[in-house]
């Protein structure tokens, strides 16, 4: 039990008879029906909940207490893909700096368009864990370890597509209570931070508020540097990229008309972590993509438990490094399948584009209890979870979220 919980909710904790941590994630589209639904929680209990959710999926607790007292940030605490974490990777390029969380503000389903953005708002949080980078391999102005909160504006005088500037407030020195930071605070100087735009990756059009869900996601910069994806109304901003030469382009294959394909927050295109000489988590050169089913918004828990169902695609496009090759991937296209064996477990499969199975029997560990802590519902969306042994894999199941687990593969060739 982690020192947050012993110390700062004891109060709840002694009121919580029976508190299921859950991950939740949905479509943002999709409504549940929890009127038939007995003990949904509220209160202490409710933020009880709310920080188990988090702490059970590794948010640090200085983080996790921040976000709580905000109350800006509810579907963050419940839903992993809602939110983004892995480390940085230091200047040289060879090995981590410090691990970053990032937290998609509430209120990022409710901004429709650039003239929402008038006035700064607040669009994510993040949480720095060790230290942060400085110079112009840091281009989100992250100083000390801790909370900060994120605002985004628009200037009204500029086209849709440009004008854009972001302020990241490191908590800390703002001089308000936590709870009030990110809530009530408005920057006292305007942003000034580089902003770039765009309305999908391939150069595409995709000028629909609901083709950018409201989640956060970082993206790799070419000087190995991380950006942060962030949906500004009907479009996507790319917080510290000053052109698109400043952001590496996607690293699959493009499908027309596609969303899931073309749209940033929907896939994830990440470098994965390797060992170096000494048996110690590296940056690898190998940075696979993977994309959601565009069905899988459709599946309930009953249809997992039917049949095994699609849920991504891993595209690689070079050699697979050896490491991930004893998970069973293969250049070109790895469609991962998930089959619900209980309503909170279940097993995967990768098969490549001809059908045949490259690794069997993957665990799946899902987490389902939206009714019951709610938040801001998030989309059918699949992403990398960050491991300090292999990467593993967050994808929506239903009204939960199933983590996939490959499996540790250091000692193998």
């Not at 939740?24 to 029906?33: E, M």
């Not at 605490?77 to 090995?95: C, F, T, Y």
């Not at 790799?220 to 052109?243: M, Q, S, T």
């Amino acid at each position: 039990m982690t020192r947050w919980i012993q110390k700062s909710v004891v109060t709840a904790v002694r009121t919580l008879v029976c508190v299921i941590a859950v991950s939740a994630c949905t479509s943002p589209k999709q409504t549940v029906d929890t009127t038939s639904v007995k003990g949904q929680l509220s209160g202490a209990e409710l933020d009880s909940a709310r920080v188990r959710a988090a702490v059970k999926r590794g948010v640090p607790d200085e983080a996790s207490l921040f976000l709580l007292k905000t109350q800006m940030f509810n579907g963050a605490l419940v839903s992993p893909l809602s939110g983004d974490d892995q480390k940085l990777i230091v200047a040289s390029g060879d090995q981590y700096g410090p691990r970053i969380w990032a937290f998609a503000a509430d209120s990022l389903d409710d901004f429709e368009d650039e003239t929402s953005f008038v006035q700064p708002r607040l669009v994510a949080a993040l949480y720095i864990s060790g230290g942060a980078l400085s110079g112009d391999y840091n281009p989100l102005k992250l100083t000390t370890a801790g909370n900060y909160c994120i605002f985004l504006q628009h200037n009204p005088q500029s086209a849709a597509d440009k004008g854009w500037t972001f302020s990241t407030i490191n908590t800390k020195n703002v001089g308000l209570p936590s709870e009030t930071v990110c809530k009530n605070f408005s920057p006292t100087t305007p942003p000034d931070g580089l902003v770039l735009t765009e309305q999908g990756a391939f150069g595409e059009s995709f000028d629909r508020k609901q083709d950018y869900p409201a989640t956060v996601r970082f993206v790799d910069g070419k000087k190995g540097e991380l950006f942060l994806g962030v949906p500004c109304g009907n479009r996507l901003c790319i917080l510290g990229a000053k052109n698109p030469g400043d952001v590496y382009p996607p690293r699959h294959t493009k499908v027309a008309k596609s969303v899931v394909h073309n749209v940033r927050l929907w896939y994830d295109d990440q470098r994965l972590a390797d060992l170096d000489n000494n048996g110690k988590t590296a940056p690898s050169a190998f940075a696979p993509t993977i994309i959601p089913d565009a069905s899988l918004g459709n599946y309930s828990v009953e249809a997992f438990k039917n049949k095994s169902r699609r849920v991504a695609m891993i595209e690689v496009k070079g050699q697979v490094s050896s490491r991930y090759a004893a998970w069973g991937l293969v250049s070109g296209k790895n469609f991962l399948y998930v089959q619900l064996t209980s309503d909170d477990e279940g097993v995967a499969q990768l098969v490549d584009e001809n059908g045949k199975v490259l690794h069997d029997k993957i665990h799946v560990a899902r987490d389902d209890d939206l009714s019951k802590i709610g938040g801001r519902l998030v989309p059918a969306a699949a992403r990398w979870k960050w491991s300090d042994t292999d990467e593993q894999i967050w994808v929506r199941c239903d009204v939960g979220c199933c983590m996939v687990d490959p499996g540790d593969t250091r000692a193998k060739p």
